[in-house]
């Protein structure tokens, strides 16, 4: 289910491509790995509950103009935030002489409220919850009256938007990249975006495969999974759904090519197509993203302990009670599974979290506005290959602009991270997308809408002084 986020890659959203982050270590690769604490509400919907945890967040303060710079705010998603990544953002924050701030999700990373997972210990977990502890943070770091501005991608996009949208006397504007503000409970269009980006001569070689390994588990079910390094995955359609997210996590990250080439090339040779994408998993999927098989074991998904890979457990929470996101086979001409459906994903949530969890997406669109959204000063960006593009806000007006960043490779993320996504690149360079132009042009309408929207924030202050 590759995700989604930002600082985190994947299911949905990706380290798991059903959830959406990086975890990056390279030292350059960040502006700051130094670790800070705010003492955090638990429930911040209570009148009684008064208990607090530990948040982590990160500040970069070196471009900041004294007294009166700017304060932009990257939101950390579903994953651990281990500093503020030197992307695109750094680029932003120097330009507008701006200090960087960035707070970890709660229950992700370090910032865990308790001790163990159990169901009943992640009620607090939810994006307006998450919403709260922005605002929260935002009254702590500062109270002098310096602009505001707030970013994010894939769910952390979504948390932007929605934050703009919720606290707007709190921020002079957000950008939402590549977010995700619609919950869909039936998302097939994900399978079907997937299609459109590898192109004509690309789909009919995966939709082969697929129809190839599930005959292969048929005739020998152990050789097949071995053959993924996964054989502890015991039920089939959790393998079947690996099998999907690999090629997402080439398609949505911005190289479609090391998906594409290799096995349109053993094709067009009669080479065993099954052993070709085995090797393109091997070598891309798992050497370069860290994908991993274990990411869809449910004796993992099941784990109550706090780990490095809890991520995974607490995304599907995620989407097994708010946002869905449920990648289903469309009815034809689907490239992943028809095992991969809506009672697959039920059957998760119930086995995971208990008998009767169910994901409130009408509830969740009502509350926010899906992507009918009806707020202010939200930028909202997407990559023109990015399967996750559908569940966000793709048309356009003058209070909430929205620009396609049009390419080959433009994925997720595309106008932070530049393309092709890497684990191990994340300085948001343009210079190797497929069209440059179209990524320096979306940013230069970003920087436009921050100008603007930062100098009427300005207007306000002063004529409120």
């Known amino acids: 289910m590759v995700l989604l986020s930002y600082t985190s890659l994947s299911h949905g959203l990706l380290q798991d491509p059903r959830r959406i982050s990086h975890g990056l270590s390279a030292s350059g690769k960040y502006l700051t790995r130094d670790e800070l604490w705010f003492n955090q509400t638990l429930d911040h919907f209570s009148p ?24 932009f705010l990257m939101i950390c998603g579903e994953g651990p935030c281990n500093g503020i990544p030197n992307d695109y953002l750094s680029v932003l924050a120097k330009k507008f002489e701006a200090g960087v701030v960035s707070l970890e ?186 994908l991993s098989s274990k990411t869809y074991s449910r004796k993992h998904l099941l784990d109550t302990r706090i780990t490095p890979e809890s991520a995974d457990r607490l995304w599907w929470f995620q989407t097994c009670t708010e946002v869905a996101y449920f990648q289903v086979a469309p009815g034809n001409d689907s490239i992943r599974s028809h095992q991969i459906n809506t ?57 909430l602009p929205s620009y396609i960043v049009n390419c080959h490779n433009c994925g997720h993320g595309s106008d932070l991270r530049g393309c092709p996504q890497s684990p191990m690149i994340i300085e948001g360079d343009s210079k190797n997308c497929s069209s440059p132009d179209a990524v320096n042009k979306v940013r230069q309408h970003i920087i436009e809408h921050i100008d603007l929207w930062l100098s009427e924030c300005r207007g306000v202050l002063r004529s409120s002084m």
């Open 48 to 71: 009684y509950d008064h208990r607090k945890f530990g948040q982590r967040y990160y500040e970069y303060l070196d471009h900041l103009r004294v007294p009166d710079g700017p304060i």
């Open 105 to 290: 999700h709660r229950y992700y990373g370090k910032s865990s409220p308790f001790n163990s997972l159990a169901t009943e210990n992640l009620k607090y977990l939810s994006s307006k919850q998450a919403l709260s502890d922005l605002a929260a943070f935002r009254e702590y770091y500062q109270a002098i009256d310096n602009p505001w501005f707030f970013f994010g991608a894939s769910y952390s996009g979504a948390l932007s938007a929605w934050f703009r949208l919720k606290f707007p006397h709190l921020t002079c504007g957000s950008l939402a990249s590549s977010a995700v503000v619609r919950a869909v409970y039936e998302y097939f269009e994900y399978d079907q975006q997937i299609g459109e980006s590898v192109g004509p001569e690309c789909k009919p070689v995966l939709q082969e495969i697929n129809k190839l390994v599930e005959l292969g588990l048929k005739v020998n079910n152990k050789a097949m999974k071995a053959l993924f390094n996964a054989t502890e995955l015991d039920v089939d359609a959790d393998f079947l759904y690996l099998i999907a997210d690999a090629q997402v996590v080439a398609v949505q990250y911005g190289n479609p090519d090391k998906l594409c080439v290799p096995l349109v090339e053993a094709k067009k040779n009669g080479s065993d197509l099954v052993e070709a994408y085995a090797k393109y998993v091997r070598e891309y999927c798992v050497e370069v993203f860290g």
């Open 343 to 399: 009672e697959y994903h039920l059957d998760l949530c119930n086995s995971l979290f208990g008998k009767g969890v169910y994901p409130e997406v009408d509830a969740t669109n009502l509350y926010y506005g899906g992507d009918r959204i009806a707020a202010t000063k939200i930028v909202f960006t997407n990559g023109s290959q990015d399967p996750w593009r559908h569940a966000s806000k793709q048309t356009s007006s003058p209070d």
